[in-house]
């Protein structure tokens, strides 16, 4: 039987790699071998940190709402997995599987590890999509996940808080739609690619005490929208300050602990802002906003015709990469040194 090795989460803080015997393919399912991988980097590095939110509570799936957890959830949480797409190469497949072929490349939500066994239909071809272009899909939906739930449309001056992948990536969907772009970020090689990507005015965070009185005074009175993609209190405190009366927040980083930096009774409150939550993700079954819901998967397939008329740039996107055998490292760098990092890969 062959052998798989996985990259593993213990314990916050506590990585290691496992190894374990892969079973006998069932009729639906395929064996990959793995080319590239990358992580999530804000959503598992509360895993990594030890602050996930799902620590202490959890979200009822019929009521949807968060209930405290009747169980020591780290039991759910610890170990599991690190990584959450990867891109290889088919080396075998069931006998009922008719989709793929031995050789073909295809992409999928899979963790870093060099082995896996899948069903057919959780993995899709490159089809004419690079390796790297396959990996930027997940934060690429996000983005324009926080688009379209904000409505942003022609002409509108809209902020981006956060330019990790997610931020950058919003900054070219923006852009497609017509909006004036301010950008913001105190990492001087993410300012450089908001501007390559098309922003039109970008921030250096570092310096400005008050960036939504910055944003105020540079529009004369405010953008029409904020895409808030830190998942930080204190940038959405700003985010709120930035935006005009009437005004859009949309949320798209991911917050974990409580907020201790915001005022709701202030900009919030007297300004009349809508603030939005955006989160078009298949596992928690949620649509973006308007007329004709899109899921995940309907994203996804606009994504990728967008990359294929080369109207997103992931050039200088990705970045540093890990040889599968220093995977541990490549997390450490993503929580210790988020200066030199945007999106880690791990090549096999």
């Not at 009822?60 to 959450?84: H, V």
């Not at 540093?320 to 450490?332: G, H, I, L, N, T």
């Amino acid at each position: 039987m062959r052998k798989r090795k996985a990259l593993i989460l213990q314990a916050p803080r506590e990585i290691c790699f496992q190894e374990e015997t892969l079973e006998a393919l069932q009729p639906h399912q395929v064996l990959v071998r793995s080319v590239l991988s990358a992580f999530k980097h804000g959503t598992e590095m509360t895993g990594y940190h030890g602050s996930s939110p799902f620590l202490k509570r959890n979200l009822d799936p019929k009521l949807r709402i968060f209930l405290d957890n009747t169980e020591d959830a780290s039991s759910i949480l610890y170990p599991g997995t690190l990584g959450n797409m990867t891109v290889g190469i088919v080396e075998e497949v069931g006998k009922d599987v008719n989709s793929l072929a031995v050789g073909d490349h295809v992409f999928g939500w899979l963790p870093v590890a060099d082995w896996h066994v899948s069903s057919a239909d959780e993995l899709y071809p490159l089809d004419g999509l690079t390796p790297e272009q396959a990996l930027c899909i997940d934060p690429a939906n996000f983005a324009i996940g926080g688009v379209l739930d904000g409505d942003i449309r022609f002409r509108e001056k809209v902020l981006i808080t956060g330019l990790g992948a997610i931020g950058l990536l919003a900054v070219q969907y923006c852009k497609l739609h017509g909006a004036t772009v301010y950008a913001s970020s105190s990492f001087a090689q993410r300012r450089q690619l908001a501007l390559d990507y098309g922003a039109d005015v970008v921030l250096n965070r570092k310096e400005i005490p008050d960036l939504g009185l910055e944003v105020k005074r540079l529009t004369n009175g405010g953008v029409d929208a904020v895409l808030e993609c830190s998942g930080r209190y204190i940038q959405l405190k700003y985010a709120m300050r930035a935006a005009r009366q009437c005004g859009r927040v949309v949320c798209v980083g991911f917050y974990s602990g409580g907020a201790s930096d915001l005022n709701l009774g202030e900009e919030f409150f007297h300004n009349r802002l809508s603030l939005l939550a955006s989160l078009p993700d298949d596992y928690w079954n949620n649509p973006v906003r308007g007329e004709s819901p899109l899921y995940a998967r309907d994203l996804h397939q606009l994504i990728i015709q967008d990359f294929k008329a080369g109207r997103l740039n992931i050039e200088g996107l990705l970045g540093p990469s890990y040889p599968f055998s220093e995977a541990k490292q490549a997390v450490e760098a993503i929580s210790q040194n988020p200066t030199d990092v945007i999106k880690v890969t791990i090549n096999y």
